[in-house]
């Protein structure tokens, strides 16, 4: 499955984004999908995560109340709404999919399959 992120860009702090994350190729409800996002110098963190069936979802305590994640397996798509964003949200949005039984769907290595980012910033 490829994957295509879009829906980033500037921000005043406050304010809300959707991103989508497009998806190409077979089987893309047997995968989870996740979003990542890495700030300057930081490492890639965890932001939300969805199984194929959209009948879990996980978010770090951090981002729960301001983060929904969803998505629409008719259109092979996965959508993150983001709330009330503030400037540490500034950084590049990665959606990935994946289906490693070794891994937890919050660590990158559960994922085989990584979008082209998408910059989120969000000004003061």
């Known amino acids: 499955v490829q994957l295509q992120a879009s829906g980033g860009g500037l921000v005043q702090a406050g304010g809300s984004l959707r991103l989508s994350c497009a998806a190409s190729?077979?089987?893309?409800?047997?995968?989870?999908v996740g979003w990542f996002r890495q700030a300057p110098g930081k490492e890639r963190e965890f932001v939300a995560a969805?199984?194929?069936?959209?009948?879990?979802?996980d978010y770090p305590d951090s981002l729960k109340g301001r983060f929904t994640i969803s998505r629409d397996n008719a259109k092979n798509a996965v959508y993150l709404r983001m709330n009330s964003l503030k400037p540490e949200d500034t950084a590049v949005y990665y959606c990935?999919?994946?289906?490693?039984?070794?891994?937890?769907?919050?660590?990158?290595?559960?994922?085989?399959?990584w979008g082209p980012g998408t910059q989120v910033t969000v000004s003061s």
């Open positions: 990935a999919a994946g289906r490693n039984p070794l891994a937890s769907i919050t660590n990158p290595e559960f994922y085989i399959s």
């Open positions: 969805v199984s194929g069936d959209a009948g879990m979802f």
């Open positions: 190729g077979r089987a893309f409800s047997t995968y989870t």
